[in-house]
C-alpha cells in the first residue's frame, strides 16, 4: 500500500502490444486505506470497449512492484464471469487501516496491497504468474492483454508510466477507453472513482460502505460468506464490519477458542472461495446451537495462530439473530484420494504464499483453504498419528499414501510431506476422546468443520466420530545379542531426572530390559541433573542414574555401570535448571569401559596413537565443547569399550532440536529450516572427529548413535557421512521400516546410528515402543545394532 523504493535505470525499452478494442485496464488505485484517503480498499477496473461481452473466465488481473528485483513476483487475483459492452468491471484489493468509505461490491476480490505511487498492473489471459520483470519481455507474452505502468515502473506501455498516483489520486482512461499502447498519453491522474459492473459506486448501495448493511433486521445482508472469504488466503473484507451475513450454524465449540462456524446453504460456483467462516465470541460461550440459521454482524479478520502459521479467517465481535433451528445442514465435501490433490502447496520464492489465488484441483493446502469452516467427511480411515494428551489424532484420507509396515504414514523426502493426513479433534466435550495407535481406524463417517491451528495446520473439528477399530498394535521386542556380539543401543528418555515417578522410571526401564533385551551398551539422551527443572545449580546426575539401573535391575536387566560428563549449568539446552546430556550405560559382565580421566564439560578430548595403539585423550570425554557449533545445545559423548579384546569407540550424541523452524503447513514456502545451518555445524565437528579417528587406525570400529534431530535424507546426515567415514544404518532397512518416530501423522527419522566402515557384520532394528502409540514412556523409538566384531574385515 506504501510507496514503493526507487532504483536508476537508463535506455528502458517499452511494450508495444497491440492497442485494446475490447478489454482494458480502464483504472488503478493503490492507495486505499492509506493516510488521507477516503476510500479504504485498493482496486483496479477493467472496462470493455468492445461490442460483445468480454469472458473472463480463467483470466486474472496481476501486480508487480515497480522495481522489481530478482526476487519480486507477480501476485495474482483470478476473475470469473464476464464484462458486458461498454461496461466495467471491478477488482478490489489491500484494504488499509485508513479511508472511511468501502467500494461498491466488487465483481472479484483479491488482497494484494498494491503500492499507491508506483506499480504495474497486467490483465492476463490465464491465472499463472507471469514471470517477464521487463517491458520488452511482458510484450512479448502473449498471455498479456493490456498492461499499465504507473509512477516510476520499470514495466509500462509507451513513452512512460502514468504519472500522479498517490494516496488520494488514481490513475484512469478516458471515458471512451482510448489505447495506444502509451500509459503516460493514455491514463490521467484523478480523484478514484470504482464502478462496478452493476454500475455502482461508492456509497450508491448493494455492498458499499457499510459492509452489507441496510434493510429490515431479519434481512440478510449483501455481503456472503465466499465475499469475505475470497480467492486468496486472506479475506478482502479484513478489518471491515459486515452486516447481516447469513448462514446455518454447522459446528460449536464451547472450549478453548471459543464460537461457532456458519455456512452458506446457497453457494457460489467459484471452487476457492469457501462458503463456511469461524464467528469468535472471545470469551462469552455461544449460545447457539447446530442447525440454527443465523444472521451475523461483527467485524471480519485474520487470526494468527503463531507468526509462521496460515491465518483463520473470522468474524469476531458479533451480534447474533437467530432466524430458525433445527435447520438441515449443508452437505459435507468429501476428504478422500479423489478429492485431495497429491501436490501439498504452492511456493512463493521463500516469501508468504498468501496472496496468491488458490488452485484447489492443483494443492492439498489449497484446496483445504478453499474448505475452511467447511463441514467435511471422511469415512474408515486410518490412523497414523496417535491420540495425545490434548484430545488429538491424525488420520489419512490416502490409505496407499506411503504406508509403513506398521499402519503409518512415511516422511521419506521434503518433496512427500503426504497430503492425506489430516488431523483430527472433537467437538463433543461430553464424550471421552477414543485411545487410538497408529494402524487403528476411525469406521464409519467422521465429520464436522474443517479448522487451521499453529500445531499440525488444517484439522477437522468432529461433530461426528467414527467408532475406533483397536487393530491390536504391540510394542516391539527385539532378539537378545548372541554371545559374540556387541550390542549397543540409543534411547532418548525424554528429560528422565531423580523426581520422576516410579511409573516413569520403570516403563523406560523395561524398554532397556525386556524391550531391547539388555544390551551391552545404551548411550541414553535427555538424563536431568538430580532434581531436574530445578534450577539450583546442581548438575550431577547420580540420583537419577541410580533409580534408572535399579529399575532396569528390577526388570529383569543386568546390573549397568555408567559413565558421563556433567554440563556447565544451563549451557546445554533442554529445559532450563534440567541440564540434560548423554549417559553411556554398560553391562560389565560383558563389556569393559576404559577410562582415560580428565575430560569435564570445557575439555575437548582428541584421538592419539600410542604404543597400545589408537586412544581418546579423555573417556568419557567431549567433542569439542567449546565450539559454537555447541552453543546451547548437547556435546557428543565420547568413549572407548573393549569387548572381547576387540577396542570399539562409541560417540553419543543429541543435536540441537527444530525449534524455530517454520511448518511444511505455514504461509511461508518454502519453510525456512533455520535449525538446520547449527545442526550441519555439529554433523561436521562428528564428522571432523571420526575422520581423525580413521586417520589414525583406518580399521577403528566406531558406533556414532544419538537423537540427530534430522532426516535420513536431510543436509545434516549428508555432512555427517562426508568421505564415507560413517554409514547411516536406517537406510540399511527396508523403506516402510525407516521411522523413529511419530509427528503430525508423518513416521520419521530423528535418532539414528551409524557405523564407520569396519563394522562390516551388524544385524540393525529400531524397535518401535512408544511413537505409535497413545501411552508412551518416551516419544522416541530406541534402536539397536549387535555387531559380531570377530566377523568384522580389516581393511
Not at 525407516?738 to 569396519?758: E, F, K, M, W
Request: glycine share 10%; proline share 5%; net charge negative.
Amino acid at each position: 500500500m506504501g510507496a514503493a523504493g526507487a532504483f536508476a535505470f537508463t535506455a528502458l525499452p517499452t511494450a508495444s502490444a497491440t492497442p485494446s478494442a475490447s478489454a482494458v485496464i480502464a483504472e488503478v488505485y493503490g492507495g486505499g486505506g492509506n493516510s488521507g484517503a477516503t476510500l479504504t480498499r485498493d482496486f483496479v477496473e477493467l472496462g470493455n470497449a468492445g461490442a460483445t461481452a468480454y469472458d473472463l473466465s480463467g483470466y486474472s488481473v496481476q501486480y508487480l512492484s515497480g522495481t522489481p528485483s530478482s526476487g519480486s513476483t507477480w501476485q495474482v487475483t483470478a476473475l470469473t464471469g464476464a464484462i458486458a459492452p461498454g461496461a466495467r468491471y471491478l477488482v478490489g484489493e489491500g484494504t488499509g487501516s485508513g479511508g472511511t468509505t468501502a467500494l461498491p461490491t466488487t465483481d472479484a476480490t483479491g488482497s494484494i496491497a498494491m503500492s499507491a505511487t508506483s506499480g504495474t498492473i497486467a490483465l492476463v489471459s490465464g491465472a499463472t504468474a507471469l514471470t517477464c520483470k521487463t517491458a520488452a519481455d511482458c510484450a512479448a507474452d502473449p498471455s498479456v492483454v493490456d498492461l499499465t505502468g504507473y509512477g516510476t515502473a520499470v514495466v509500462r506501455e509507451g513513452s512512460g508510466p502514468a504519472t500522479g498516483a498517490s494516496n488520494t489520486a488514481a490513475v484512469a482512461r478516458a471515458d471512451s477507453l482510448a489505447d495506444t499502447d502509451d500509459n503516460a498519453a493514455d491514463f490521467t491522474s484523478g480523484t478514484p472513482s470504482p464502478v462496478n459492473s452493476a454500475g455502482q459506486t461508492p456509497g450508491s448501495g448493494d455492498g458499499g460502505g457499510d459492509g452489507g448493511g441496510g434493510g429490515s433486521p431479519t434481512d440478510p445482508g449483501t455481503v456472503r460468506v465466499h465475499d469475505i472469504q475470497g480467492t486468496t488466503r486472506l479475506s478482502p473484507y479484513s478489518g471491515q464490519t459486515v452486516t447481516r451475513v447469513p448462514g446455518i450454524v454447522t459446528g460449536v465449540r464451547s472450549s478453548g477458542s471459543l464460537g461457532y462456524w456458519i455456512q452458506d446453504p446457497a453457494p457460489d460456483t467459484d471452487p476457492r472461495t469457501s462458503e463456511a467462516v469461524f464467528v469468535y465470541t472471545g470469551s462469552a460461550k455461544p449460545t447457539v446451537a447446530v442447525g440454527d440459521s443465523v444472521l451475523v454482524t461483527g467485524k471480519v479478520s485474520e487470526y494468527y495462530p503463531s507468526s509462521t502459521s496460515q491465518s483463520n479467517t473470522e468474524i469476531a465481535g458479533p451480534t447474533t439473530t437467530v432466524l430458525s433451528s433445527g435447520n438441515a445442514l449443508p452437505d459435507a465435501v468429501a476428504l478422500n484420494a479423489t478429492s485431495v490433490p497429491d501436490a501439498y502447496i504452492p511456493t512463493a520464492s521463500g516469501g508468504s504464499i498468501e496472496s496468491l489465488a488458490l488452485q484447489p484441483t492443483v494443492y492439498a493446502q489449497d484446496f483445504y483453504e478453499s474448505l475452511e469452516g467447511v463441514r467435511v467427511t471422511f469415512a474408515d480411515a486410518r490412523v497414523v498419528g496417535a491420540s495425545d494428551a490434548y484430545g488429538e489424532l491424525w488420520v489419512t484420507v490416502k490409505p496407499d499414501e506411503s504406508a509403513t509396515a506398521r499402519g503409518g504414514t512415511l516422511y521419506s523426502s521434503y518433496d512427500q510431506p503426504n497430503t492425506g493426513r489430516i488431523e483430527v479433534m472433537s467437538l463433543d466435550t461430553t464424550s471421552t476422546f477414543p485411545v487410538a495407535n497408529v494402524g487403528d481406524e476411525l469406521s464409519g463417517a467422521t465429520t464436522g468443520p474443517l479448522d487451521y491451528s499453529t500445531y499440525g495446520g488444517y484439522n477437522v473439528q468432529a461433530t461426528q466420530l467414527g467408532t475406533l477399530v483397536d487393530n491390536g498394535l504391540k510394542q516391539e521386542v527385539t532378539r537378545r545379542q548372541k554371545k559374540d556380539e556387541l550390542a549397543v543401543a540409543t534411547y532418548n528418555v525424554e528429560n528422565l531426572d531423580a523426581l520422576d515417578t516410579q511409573e516413569k522410571f520403570a516403563r523406560l526401564a523395561e524398554g532397556v530390559a525386556v524391550n531391547l533385551n539388555s544390551p551391552d551398551i545404551v548411550a541414553l539422551e535427555e538424563i536431568q541433573d538430580d532434581n531436574g527443572a530445578t534450577n539450583d545449580g546442581t548438575v550431577t546426575a547420580e540420583a537419577t542414574l541410580k533409580r534408572f539401573t535399579d529399575a532396569v535391575r528390577a526388570a529383569g536387566g543386568p546390573v549397568y555401570k555408567w559413565r558421563y560428563i556433567s554440563p556447565t549449568n544451563d549451557e546445554d539446552g533442554g529445559e532450563p535448571g534440567g541440564n540434560i546430556r548423554q549417559v553411556f550405560l554398560f553391562n560389565p559382565k560383558r563389556v569393559s569401559f576404559t577410562d582415560h580421566k580428565g575430560g569435564d564439560a570445557t575439555t575437548a578430548t582428541s584421538v592419539v596413537k600410542t604404543r597400545k595403539g589408537v586412544e581418546l585423550t579423555y573417556s568419557p570425554g567431549r567433542i569439542d565443547p567449546t565450539n559454537a557449533a555447541w552453543e546451547d545445545s548437547r556435546k557428543p559423548l565420547a568413549g572407548e569399550f573393549t569387548f572381547q579384546g576387540e577396542q570399539v569407540f562409541v560417540i553419543a550424541n543429541h543435536f540441537i532440536s527444530k525449534g524455530g523452524d517454520q511448518p511444511i503447513h505455514g504461509r511461508y514456502q518454502p519453510p525456512a529450516r533455520s535449525s538446520e545451518t547449527q545442526r550441519a555445524a555439529q554433523a561436521a565437528e562428528v564428522n571432523t572427529f571420526v575422520t581423525s579417528l580413521l586417520a589414525a587406525d583406518k580399521n577403528a570400529k566406531a558406533v556414532v548413535l544419538g537423537d540427530l534431530n534430522d532426516y535420513e535424507f536431510s543436509q545434516t546426515v549428508t555432512t555427517l557421512t562426508a568421505g564415507k567415514v560413517l554409514k547411516p544404518l536406517i537406510t540399511t532397512l527396508p523403506a516402510a521400516e525407516r521411522y523413529t518416530y511419530v509427528y503430525d501423522g508423518n513416521s520419521q527419522t530423528l535418532d539414528h546410528i551409524l557405523t564407520s566402515p569396519a563394522v562390516t557384520s551388524f544385524n540393525y532394528d529400531v524397535v518401535h515402543i512408544n511413537a505409535e502409540f497413545a501411552d508412551q514412556a518416551s516419544d522416541h523409538d530406541p534402536q539397536i545394532v549387535r555387531i559380531d566384531l570377530s566377523k568384522c574385515r580389516r581393511r
